[in-house]
């Protein structure tokens, strides 16, 4: 914002005759307006940032509200608007590809999605990023809220297999912990 804020007031001293440059009181009644326009700006940019769910922060307890999603400060800005989009996003036929973005949104990486009909339930494959998701439990509570209830839902998810270990030297290898290494991405 700073650069717009120096923006508005050279342009505001821009629209002024040069002649009254040698007048300070003149460019200090110029600079309080340009003061009171930039903050003008920024209230408006604000404000106009909680219209969206993706920029939300001070309204995000409004969405919330009107999803019918419990607000839990325990969680972060970022998860919290995943679960709003979520169900936002899960309104209408529910098909691969919206579970899907669903699962994106709130896994915060790719998915894939396919459906297990012998099982009868809809399997998500975290691809995106290996291991154990942290949020998997509210990725599966989204999902069971978009999901019709007589599919079931399986979670899996991807690790570092042996096949990608041969591809790395021995130095490679050595630099990472176990942990590390089985959730590494080549």
């Known amino acids: 914002m700073q650069d717009n804020a120096r923006d508005?007031?050279?342009?505001?001293?821009?629209?002024?005759p040069r002649y009254y440059d040698d007048f300070r009181e003149i460019m200090n009644v110029v600079d309080r307006q340009a003061d009171v326009m930039i903050a003008l700006n920024e209230a408006t940019a604000t404000t106009l940032a909680?219209?969206?769910?993706?920029?939300?922060d001070r309204?995000?307890?409004?969405?919330?509200?009107?999803?019918?999603?419990?607000t839990d400060l325990t969680k972060t800005i970022e998860a919290r608007r995943a679960i709003v989009r979520s169900r936002i996003q899960g309104a209408g036929t529910?098909?691969?590809?919206?579970?899907?973005?669903?699962a994106d949104t709130l896994y915060g990486a790719a998915t894939e999605?396919?459906?297990?009909?012998?099982?009868?339930?809809v399997v998500v494959t975290l691809v995106g990023k290996r291991g154990v998701a942290n949020n998997a439990e509210d990725v599966r509570k989204e999902l069971r809220e978009l999901i019709p209830a007589h599919l079931g839902i399986t979670l899996e998810f991807t690790w570092f297999i042996w096949n990608e270990?041969?591809?790395l030297t021995w130095d490679q290898a050595d630099a990472f912990t176990w942990d590390?290494?089985?959730?590494?991405?080549?």
Do not use: H, N
């Open 8 to 16: 508005i007031r050279q342009d505001m001293r821009d629209y002024m």
């Open 50 to 56: 909680q219209v969206f769910v993706v920029s939300a």
């Open 59 to 70: 309204d995000l307890p409004r969405w919330e509200r009107i999803c019918g999603i419990k």
């Open 94 to 102: 529910v098909t691969v590809g919206v579970v899907r973005e669903l």
């Open 113 to 121: 999605v396919r459906e297990d009909f012998v099982g009868a339930s």
């Open 165 to 167: 270990f041969d591809a």
């Open 180 to 186: 590390e290494l089985e959730v590494y991405m080549p």
